[in-house]
């Protein structure tokens, strides 16, 4: 089956910590984005990309980072730099043209 | 400033009830109005709206969108407690650029 898979479902994460959240697809979607949802929260996007080797910043890109080097793939850290990174991440994506999103389940990430 | 909103936050009913959830928006470059619906994991597409006055209508649910006064409803009937979730709306305002709402969080009751 088609769709997108999101790993792991759940991460804990030290203090100082990069860590790395991995999402794939074998939808054939050209785009793809990070959302983070908090509590009570709607979605707020992260980074998003277009195309292979092509990224940009969301509205709360500070403290992550991407790459784009496969259509299938696009990994999200969460580096050090993000003082409040316990959340839950959701990866998307949607071909070309005006069409809905699809998701994955998720990773819930914590501090230990 | 975009802006997506949606109210109410949060909903109780009953099994039976109908339930109206709305949903306005401010964007300067608007493309569509998607509904989704949240369990507790992925949100599954539920309707994408484009034009102004159209019902789009699956089985108990059904939305419309208003685009001269910014806003679309999303009405369940006869609600069931598998209705239960958060009620997420999001425009396109931007190519596949897409800012959510906050969500509508129902509970459905037996």
């Known amino acids: 089956d088609g769709g997108i898979t999101q790993s792991p479902k759940y991460l804990f994460r030290k203090e100082g910590q990069n860590v790395t959240l991995s999402c794939e697809q074998n939808?054939?979607?050209?785009?793809m984005y990070w959302y983070r949802q908090d509590p009570g929260q709607g979605l707020r996007l992260i980074y998003y990309?277009?195309?292979?080797?092509?990224?940009q910043k969301g509205d709360i890109a500070e403290g992550y980072s991407v790459s784009r080097e496969k259509k299938e793939s696009f990994p999200l850290t969460v580096t050090s730099a993000q003082k409040n990174p316990t959340a839950f991440y959701l990866c998307?994506?949607?071909?070309?043209?005006?069409?809905?999103?699809?998701f994955g389940d998720g990773t819930r990430l914590s501090i230990l | 400033e975009d802006k997506v909103v949606q109210s109410p936050l949060s909903l109780v009913v009953h099994e039976g009830d109908t339930v109206t959830l709305n949903c306005s928006y401010e964007?300067?470059?608007?493309?569509?109005l998607l509904w989704y619906k949240q369990e507790k994991k992925a949100p599954t597409f539920l309707f994408m709206l484009?034009?102004?006055?159209i019902e789009k209508k699956s089985g108990r649910l059904s939305s419309i969108l208003d685009k001269k006064e910014l806003f679309s409803i999303l009405n369940i009937t006869a609600t069931q407690t598998g209705d239960s979730a958060v009620y997420l709306c999001?425009?396109?305002?931007?190519?596949?650029?897409?800012?959510f709402g906050s969500g509508t969080k129902l509970n459905v009751k037996p």
């Open positions: 998307a994506s949607n071909p070309q043209g005006n069409q809905p999103q699809h």
């Open positions: 939808l054939n979607h050209d785009a």
């Open positions: 990309s277009q195309i292979v080797n092509d990224f």
């Open positions: 964007v300067t470059n608007f493309r569509s």
């Open positions: 484009t034009s102004s006055g």
């Open positions: 999001a425009v396109d305002y931007n190519f596949n650029k897409f800012y």
